[in-house]
């Protein structure tokens, strides 16, 4: 078993690195790419140092949720809750949805907490879609409402779905300490049995967490969208941005496709407004490789230098 970890270990980090260096490889936008960053003034990098600042707030907040989660059967301390964080962002980079995430983060619980482990990936993942439908459906629902005119499919559907999934996701979260204690489920009781143990102040708190950190995304996204030269309104940006998340969540990947995506989207959505899409995708494409690619590959390190 120690010489798979190991082997995973250098594989996940190999791979990293070698799928970023193919990205930057491949990119055939660079001609594009060098002309609109002659056009930019030295104001407009104040924008980038902001995101970069934001960065590793940004995962700092995600390090606190997973702690508290957590916190229930095992004390991590903010610098092991982090280095897990962002172990979870590499061995999630390669599965779908991120899916693998949760391998990155069991690896930094002890041996008799990971099948609570499950349960706890579970709360963290349900709240942050949760906390991503409560801000963004508003937003796209008056987003497609002000521009329908320029959207021929009919989206009623789609979020009359989000709006199921939504309540679904909400009550399961909810009900899980209930679902935890029935003895119609002991088969499971060895992975379910930590849900005993929250209470609904308890979500609450965790749904903050969450809510504060899509809020965190959308201003680094805006942030970035300024850094381009892509002048949005704050009133579109409050509809555009979480109206983008809430499409890139709900839509299924592997995270290594997510740049086509998120600047696919990002150009969809914001082009409603403004017709920069070639700055429209540098922004979509640059905030990825400095929210995801980036810390996955601090994250491969980190899994690198973990001792089972």
Do not use: H
Request: hydrophobic share 60%.
């Amino acid at each position: 078993m120690s010489k798979f970890f190991t082997i995973f270990k250098w594989l996940i980090l190999i791979a990293a690195y070698l799928y970023l260096g193919y990205k930057l490889l491949t990119f055939n936008q660079y001609d594009a790419l060098i002309a609109q960053w002659k056009l930019m003034t030295i104001r407009q990098f104040w924008w980038l140092l902001l995101v970069l600042i934001i960065m590793p707030i940004n995962w700092l907040i995600e390090a606190f949720k997973w702690k508290k989660i957590v916190s229930k059967s095992q004390i991590l301390n903010v610098k092991t809750a982090y280095k897990s964080v962002l172990v979870g962002c590499s061995t999630g980079f390669f599965t779908p949805n991120r899916i693998g995430d949760m391998v990155g983060r069991l690896m930094f619980l002890y041996p008799e907490n990971r099948k609570m482990g499950i349960s706890y990936f579970l709360v963290n993942s349900l709240s942050q879609n949760i906390a991503i439908i409560l801000l963004g459906l508003p937003a796209a629902i008056l987003f497609f409402t002000l521009v329908s005119n320029l959207f021929p499919i009919e989206f009623t559907y789609y979020f009359a779905g989000i709006i199921l999934l939504f309540l679904a996701l909400s009550i399961l979260l909810f009900v899980l300490p209930s679902l935890a204690v029935s003895k119609k489920i002991n088969r499971l009781n060895a992975y379910i049995q930590a849900f005993e143990y929250f209470k609904k102040l308890d979500f609450i708190k965790i749904l903050t967490f969450s809510v504060f950190r899509f809020t965190i995304f959308c201003v680094q996204f805006y942030f970035m969208l300024l850094f381009w030269g892509v002048n949005l309104s704050v009133w579109q940006a409050l509809l555009v941005i979480p109206t983008n998340y809430l499409f890139i969540t709900f839509t299924p990947s592997l995270a290594f496709s997510e740049p086509a995506i998120r600047s696919s989207y990002a150009v969809l959505f914001i082009g409603a407004f403004l017709n920069q899409a070639p700055a429209i995708a540098f922004a979509g494409f640059a905030l990825w490789l400095i929210n995801y690619a980036f810390p996955m590959l601090f994250g491969a390190v980190f899994l690198v230098k973990k001792q089972q």
